[in-house]
C-alpha cells in the first residue's frame, strides 16, 4: 500500500499511546506508553476454563505461567552484518556494492526492514505459536500471527520522531505483502489470488483500526474481544484462546517498547521464545485440538476464519 493509504489507517493520535508520546520528552512518552501497555494488559485478563478437557486445561496453564512468569525484556539480538553474495566478497566487490549504494542509508533501512520481517516469520514458522493459541492447521493460523506480529512492528515505530522509520515502515510492510502473495500461492490457489490478496489486506487495516481504539481511552471492547471477532470468527469456545494471545500481545507490545529503536531499525530483533516449553510440557502436538475441531477452514472467513464469508479452496 502506498504511505497516504498507509497513514489512513493508523492515524495520528488514535490511541492512548499516541497521547502519551505527544505530551513531552521522549523518555516520559515513553514512560507513559509503557503505562497504557500495562493498563491494556489488565484489560486482557487470563481465564481458565474448567469445562474444557484436561489436556487443554494443561495447555492454558503452561501458556499462562510462562507468559506470567517471566517479566517483559528488550528483544535486541544481534543478527550480524548484512550478509555480501561469495562472488562480492572480495576488495573489488565491496568497492562496486559501495558505488551501488548498498551502504547507503536507505539500503541499510531496506536490509532492515527484510531483517526484521524474517524474524517474525522465524517465530511464526516454528509452529509454537500456532499450537499455544489453537489458530488451526491452514494458512489463516500463519496469516494471523504475521500479521499480529506486523502490527506490532508497525504501532511501535508510527509514535517514532525519527525521519527515518516511516520509510522503513513502508519497507517492511511490502516484505510482509510479498510474502503473503507466496505463501497464499503456495498454499494451492491459482484463481482469484488478487481478489483475496485485497480482502486478507482489508482484513489487515480493519483490525489494525480495531487494536487501535482499544489503546483509546474509554474503549468499549478488550483487545481479546476483538482477536476473538476478527481471528477466531467469533467462536466463544475460544475465549480462552482470546485471552493468551491478548496477553501474549501485549507483552510483546510491551518488550518492543523496551527494544532500543536503532536496533529495530537494523532488524537486530528476536520475538520472545517462551512458549516451546510450555506446548512441550502440556503434550501440545497440534495446532486444532480435537474437541474444537479445525480452528481455520470454515467458511467464516478469507482463506479459512473470520472475515469474509466465502472460503477459498485449498488454501
Not at 221 to 247: F, P, V
Not at 278 to 296: F, K
Request: net charge neutral; charged share 20%.
Amino acid at each position: 500500500m502506498d504511505q497516504e493509504h498507509q497513514d489512513s489507517f493508523f492515524p495520528a493520535g488514535s490511541s492512548a499511546l499516541q497521547q502519551g508520546a505527544a505530551g513531552g520528552a521522549s523518555t516520559s512518552g515513553a514512560s507513559d506508553r509503557c503505562c497504557a501497555l500495562i493498563a491494556l494488559g489488565q484489560r486482557s485478563p487470563l481465564r481458565f476454563l474448567n469445562s474444557q478437557a484436561s489436556s487443554r486445561n494443561s495447555r492454558i496453564g503452561e501458556v499462562t505461567s510462562a507468559l506470567t512468569g517471566t517479566p517483559p525484556t528488550s528483544l535486541q539480538h544481534d543478527r550480524g552484518a548484512a550478509p555480501i553474495p561469495p562472488d562480492l566478497d572480495n576488495p573489488l566487490g565491496r568497492a562496486m556494492i559501495r558505488i551501488m549504494g548498498f551502504e547507503s542509508k536507505r539500503s541499510k533501512l531496506l536490509h532492515g526492514a527484510q531483517r526484521l520481517y524474517e524474524a517474525v516469520t522465524e517465530h511464526v514458522d516454528s509452529g509454537v505459536l500456532q499450537r499455544s493459541f489453537q489458530t488451526g492447521k491452514v494458512f489463516w493460523s500463519s496469516y494471523v500471527l504475521l500479521s499480529l506480529h506486523v502490527w506490532i512492528v508497525i504501532h511501535r515505530l508510527r509514535l517514532s520522531s525519527n525521519p527515518d522509520a516511516r520509510f522503513f515502515r513502508q519497507r517492511f510492510y511490502n516484505q510482509f505483502q510479498q510474502d503473503v502473495e507466496y505463501r497464499v500461492y503456495a498454499a494451492g490457489v491459482q484463481v482469484g489470488v488478487s481478489k483475496w490478496l485485497k480482502k486478507l489486506e482489508e482484513h489487515f487495516y480493519e483490525t489494525a483500526y480495531d487494536f487501535d481504539k482499544v489503546l483509546s481511552p474509554g474503549a468499549s471492547e478488550s483487545l481479546a474481544d476483538i482477536l476473538l471477532r476478527k481471528y477466531y470468527g467469533g467462536a466463544e469456545q475460544h475465549r480462552a484462546d482470546a485471552d493468551l494471545l491478548a496477553s501474549y500481545m501485549v507483552r510483546e507490545l510491551q518488550c518492543l517498547e523496551l527494544t532500543d529503536e536503532e536496533a529495530v531499525l537494523r532488524g537486530d530483533v528476536r520475538f520472545s521464545a517462551l512458549l516451546a516449553g510450555a506446548v512441550q510440557r502440556a503434550g501440545v502436538l497440534s495446532a486444532g485440538e480435537a474437541e474444537d475441531g479445525a480452528v481455520a477452514g470454515g467458511p467464516a472467513g478469507p482463506v479459512g476464519l473470520a472475515g469474509p464469508a466465502e472460503p477459498v479452496k485449498g488454501v
